[in-house]
């Protein structure tokens, strides 16, 4: 994307913070209080740079990152953070090509990443029941050029998935141990499972779900992000900080241990090993 | 991958947690102290399954995550942990069919996760000073099938670089600062910058560096990774955790300010905006 | 403590790190592998300085700070680290002069600490079940000279606390929600309220207790410390650092808000208010 | 503190959560917009307990945490946070009875918690240059019945400090290398120094003159609260915290090395020996 051309995404940042996420269309031109900037004027040019409004107001123009996309997104909902999508992305092994289901889509924050990062030989499908936030999700998408690569279905994820032999499967909903059985129909032997909760009672509960399902490496984790300030001679963090997102649960579908088919009641694992713990100092 | 082929990658996994990255050959076998595993025996058959050697030990086999494959690499030289750069990806907007230029290589982790987002369409450019390094990289490349898409050079990057308009370019190398020309030679106008450096002299030096590059939306900020037990009925955060991987740096290469050449003792910009910061209080 | 004087405590400290906790006496003599150092040589003379053991080997020798009697503590259990034991002080209003349950004494930890703050004018009382624990505990505290404020009582506290009208108390015990009825008998109206637990399914139980028993002001956190290494022109933080200790507890025992005695059942308080969240986004 | 006396402060709370420190006076009264709170329904009475206005309207009185002193403080600075506070008095070593230094005074806030650990038997020496800070610290510390315990001193430190022998030392200003010398002569020797600063830049800054001052066992580490929603069926962090208060720095005065009086040029101390460091790991 040296040069912009129809049908980008570009973001304009005004002088005073404000952004704009605009797609470009030939006829299109985005309106501000501070003035009006022609699509026609970014069209063909190079990113990165100062245009003026005809009112004679700065704009810079610049091509957003995928943190950008997310962050800018039309949202109905609580969006996951890029800190937790990049670590997400990296856990569930998502690549060029990969396959990867997710329920449900809120307003598509998660599905442009996956989007952008399984290509236009991968596939995303993404489970929402919520009419509204599909809608949302869409338009979204759509925006930003994913939909090729993308199926939204609107769906309640408790009938089961449409796809098997997914490569990875994420679950942003309320109750994630309540579709296990739907994820494992949908993971390829050995697939990825991620899903992110708010609670520490949620997370007790998924993983309870996890051991009954036979899901193997188990992890929970969770990240902050500490931001500085940027001034060379008095470095030194931000005042304050995202202290909670959610907390991150991977696992792996694995053969049942037992040769039959896995549900509720099969017990608890103890083979395959878990992954080595870095202590083991007892309560 | 759902059943595993010739060439694939696949993690062998003990009982007692050794890991054994292997990528499968025809006549390929795992060695191991407790009994073989012929190649043989994988190919064609789905993963995330038990195998047993021939002394009938079982031994867990999966496809590898990112993360895996950065944690399992084969390196020299400290490597960049896996949330490191999945943040990273997100920030520099790396995406299948991205072209990006990185320096060093080192034992190539962070090479992998990119040539593995960005796909056959995409392109790494990825350069190395130390001969012995650059092997090691070019190694753990190949047995993973991702030389297609990167381009390993062997050489100091005072000498700039190759590429010009390329979309993203990481810098993980002890003087960062000093390269700063020859990374604004090689992106494209508007391109992503990233870099990592472990000490806070290295980040003010930075900072100076890229304000009088003319680079703009500066960041500086840290991840921390915390994983729990994952015992429901107990859940507790590990006891111990890594405190400190380094300190990311991000910023956009923008148009001159001043419509010319922008090179040492341009001086500070003061305008694109700076990114909102979220706080004002001061010392 | 200008001059070193009998009965004081000292902390050697050996060229290779060996630290050795001694309490003076005038016949006294610290024996190491290096060679011996007649508490004599150290009476009466100032610390922070540097002696030489009978072979000539240099020791530091130093008045230990709080944080140095508490790790330095001869254990039999987990202790309470040093940051959660100044923040419990600082939550509990402990100061010289106050009157200080605690359960159970552990090793001594906190013990120790309230002891130096609460001062000759104050009393600590300290139960344990475990007579051994209880032995040790003893030991430690005399070696540093703080029996005589601290009352130590072998008892499970199930039976209650002798103690009424405390201003604070402090439960490391592995139910603390099994004692709130003994707690709020014990502590006078308004008292301050802590505890200790390392799992969240702890806290959630004790979050469930102190409501049913009508404690006000309820809060949960944990600290952490990070450590960087002092190198002044290469500032960084250390690797590894300690990533759970134990989440930390505080409330206040109020008024019943329905004037009658508060047991189970009495159910949720409303009033009074919680102290002012930081926040309200919703899960 | 079990009934209230004339002269005791306590902390007034509002069901909208306003709080109100008030000491109490035989003819006082608390005035808020919820109606008048004559101080003699408190004197004689337990608090903990609901009173109320000549309105009807309720308030929650109580005995106040040192937390709560520290943060209700009238304040015209910028304050060091109970965190810092709490960890600095076990780092200090501070107890009943002990003599400490502090500069800057600011509004008093660590003078406070200072004065309260260390009894009518101790002494806190507090040092301001700025007349207003002073005087709003002397009325804070007098409110709460604490100046018989601290000296205030409108001093600026370059001039040094009237103390000698003092068990610890406080910096709490903009550059605290520019006083070591002065921190030398007033600490006993092997006293125990400490500093707060915000900055990376300044931290560097005071690593070089503690070693140019022959300091030992020096230490910086900053420390982080996380605060949790106290749902116990939901638990989880709060959204936000505090990212940054400021880094905490630590060392002991130790004898110089060579014998003789230590000033700028004396050089690194290669012994005594380095408190241990958990990690060898290297850039």
């Known amino acids: 994307m040296s ?15 404000k952004r704009y996420l605009v797609r470009l269309t ?13 699509h026609a004027d970014i069209i063909g040019q190079p990113l990165g740079r100062k245009v003026l409004t005809h009112l004679g107001v700065p704009f810079l123009v610049l091509e957003p990152s995928t943190e950008d996309l997310v962050l800018e997104l039309k949202r109905a909902t609580q969006i996951m953070f890029p800190k937790d999508i990049g670590y997400t992305l ?33 596939r995303v499908y993404s489970y929402e029941s919520n009419p509204q936030a599909l809608a949302l999700a869409r338009k979204n998408l759509e925006s930003l050029g994913l939909l090729d690569r993308v199926e939204l279905k609107e769906r309640d994820i408790a009938a089961g998935f449409d796809e098997t032999d997914v490569d990875a499967l994420f679950l942003d909903v309320r109750h994630p141990w309540e579709y296990l059985a739907q994820a494992r129909a949908a993971l390829k032997q050995g697939g990825f499972f991620g899903a992110i909760v708010p609670t520490t009672n949620q997370v007790s509960q998924l993983l309870e779900g996890l051991a009954e399902f036979a899901f193997a490496y188990v992890q929970v984790e969770e990240l902050f ?8 001679g008095r470095l030194r963090p931000m005042d304050r900080m995202v202290a909670h997102t959610g907390y991150l649960i991977f696992a792996r579908k694995v053969e049942s241990p037992f040769g039959q088919i896995v549900g509720h009641g099969a017990g608890k694992i103890v083979w ?12």
Chains 1, 2, 3, 4 share one sequence.
């Open 3 to 17: 040069q912009a051309r129809e049908g980008d995404v570009v973001l304009f940042i005004s002088k005073d913070r």
């Open 26 to 38: 030939q006829d299109g031109a985005l309106h501000t209080k501070h003035g009006v900037i022609p």
């Open 90 to 122: 990296m856990k569930l092994g998502v690549q060029s090509g990969s396959r990867v289901v997710e329920a449900g889509t809120g307003s598509g924050g998660l599905t442009l990443a996956l989007a952008r990062v399984v290509g236009p030989q991968g």
């Open 225 to 232: 992000v500490r931001d500085y300030k940027t001034v060379p």
């Open 272 to 283: 395959p090993p878990e992954p080595e713990t870095p202590d083991s100092e007892e309560e």
